[in-house]
């Protein structure tokens, strides 16, 4: 076979356009098929004596190929054309099963009683590429690197096929860095068809995953022809490394975590390096490690890294939550009233805390502070801290304890204006008894709350009276006394009819 360079793709239609140019009438001729050449443009008139058709067969030689004489047609020829040759009504000459070597001038020569003219036409034939196909295809492309991705080839051709690639329909040109195309041409020296090669060379990016290449060619009397189309897998180095920390929210010691390497590049590497405070675990095969039962020393920064290229690494901080803490006092306290109760709260955490009191289930604006404790300072006292969404609490029951004082001992009116009710106020803890030195009708006895008690009577005086209050309990008594006079009446007799009016001399002596 002939190799001819890329530069001489269009060599084969450089002969027939020069004969175009000098005028000579051009038949066009499909490869294989019976090409018709017709003489002066098929003009030709009835004082005809005599057709020949002949060519040139190069170096100033002729061949003759047919005569016809009075409508008698006999061949002349003896080579290669004399069974391929034949005239058709019209005198043109018809060649069968049209050859490459065909591309020659063939012409006819006319004779009749006035002169003998001869019309040379010219033959060019064309023959489309059996076909594209991409063949000797890459495995795989890598990114940045120009790399062989096929061989593009048009067989049996003319003239040669100019190969065109693209990629996702978009021709890719030759710009000498990350695209080459190198073309060449085969020539068959017994057809003379020709087979084109195109190889491209081509530096694959990350975009390219998934795209489309193909080859496509234009012949001169056929439609567009397009390979079949080819992808490739891109392959690039490792580019970017993340350690990912997954564990349940929040961390706290005793969960486990797990520490996930994830790096792109394809293919993606599947072993690394797990840096774990100074120690590195080798993982292969794998991209993930777990660190269970963790503690709060667990905290603090980790890596990971490929390993065969340690200095591309990631790191994360990984954070233990934890919160501790201790109450004092706790429990069930009893302090006597007017003592000091020192408070300390301590709390250990790995964040910011918020601390949160309540009394009795009551939330408290602040800490309590015990410098004088108060009958009132008895109470189920609890702390709240968070961190975060972590949460712990701690009480106590704080019991004030001491002999019972009379805070208040008063006397009133009854709304019916017959009776005067006494109420006796007290403080102390235990609970105080509280006993009066007259019979009286027991009206109320309030709840005992916070050291606190309140009872009350009514009583009808019938005499000025000293009356006494007191309250007791195991730490001792208190007594105090209120005077009560009875209500006061004067009767008025007037005439024979007694009238008793009664006036309201003095309502009561308080």
């Not at 790399?147 to 100019?162: F, I, R, S, Y």
């Not at 073309?183 to 084109?196: E, R």
């Not at 797990?258 to 390096?273: M, R």
């Not at 805390?353 to 410098?371: A, G, H």
């Amino acid at each position: 076979m002939h190799l001819l360079s890329a530069g001489c793709l269009c060599a084969f239609l450089t002969a027939a356009l020069l004969r175009q140019a000098s005028g000579l009438e051009t038949v066009v001729g499909v490869y294989g098929e019976t090409l018709e050449i017709p003489c002066n443009n098929g003009a030709i008139t009835a004082d005809v004596l005599i057709t020949k058709w002949k060519y040139d067969k190069g170096d100033g030689l002729s061949g003759d190929l047919l005569v016809k004489k009075q409508q008698n047609v006999s061949v002349s020829a003896t080579d290669e054309y004399k069974h391929r040759v034949s005239m058709a009504a019209n005198s043109s000459l018809l060649l069968s099963a049209a050859r490459l070597s065909d591309q020659r001038t063939f012409t006819c020569m006319v004779v009749t009683d006035a002169d003998i003219t001869e019309f040379p036409v010219n033959v060019v034939i064309y023959k489309t590429p059996a076909g594209l196909e991409i063949s000797d295809k890459a495995e795989e492309l890598e990114i940045g690197k120009l790399t062989k991705l096929g061989e593009c080839v048009a067989h049996n051709a003319n003239p040669p096929a100019n190969i065109t690639w693209l990629k996702n329909n978009k021709i890719l040109v030759a710009d000498g860095k990350g695209i080459s195309i190198q073309a060449s041409v085969h020539v068959d020296p017994v057809t003379g068809l020709s087979n084109t090669s195109s190889i491209l060379e081509y530096s694959a990016e990350k975009e390219d995953t998934d795209a489309q290449f193909t080859c496509s060619t234009q012949p001169i009397s056929d439609a567009k022809l397009v390979s079949s189309p080819v992808s490739f897998t891109i392959t690039y180095s490792t580019e970017n490394i993340v350690l990912q920390v997954i564990t349940q929210d929040p961390l706290t010691e005793g969960d486990n975590v797990t520490l996930k390497c994830v790096a792109d590049g394809n293919p993606a590497p599947t072993s690394f390096n797990f840096h774990l405070k100074g120690e590195v675990v080798k993982v292969e095969n794998e991209n993930t490690y777990t660190i269970t039962n963790v503690s709060r020393d667990t905290s603090g920064e980790y890596k990971c890294s490929l390993i065969d290229n340690p200095a591309m690494e990631a790191s994360n901080d990984l954070t233990v939550n934890y919160l501790d803490i201790n109450l004092s006092p706790s429990g069930k306290i009893v302090k006597s009233a007017g003592e000091a109760l020192p408070l300390t709260l301590q709390i250990e955490s790995s964040g910011d805390s918020k601390v949160s009191w309540t009394k009795d289930n009551i939330k408290l604006d602040k800490e309590p502070q015990f410098t004088a404790l108060t009958y009132s300072d008895s109470g189920f006292y609890e702390c709240e801290v968070t961190v975060g969404a972590l949460s712990r609490k701690a009480s106590f029951e704080l019991g004030v304890e001491g002999a019972p004082v009379i805070k208040q001992l008063i006397k009133q009116r009854a709304e019916n204006g017959q009776h005067k009710v006494l109420i006796c106020e007290a403080e102390g803890s235990p609970k105080p008894a509280v006993s009066w030195n007259i019979n009286g009708t027991l009206l109320d006895e309030s709840p005992f709350i916070n050291g606190k008690i309140r009872h009350k009577i009514t009583v009808v005086p019938t005499a000025n009276l000293s009356v006494s209050c007191t309250v007791s309990n195991e730490f001792g008594k208190d007594t105090k006394v209120i005077d009560v006079s009875p209500r006061k009446y004067h009767v008025i007799v007037t005439g024979h009819v007694m009238a008793v009016i009664i006036m309201k001399l003095e309502m009561f002596k308080w």
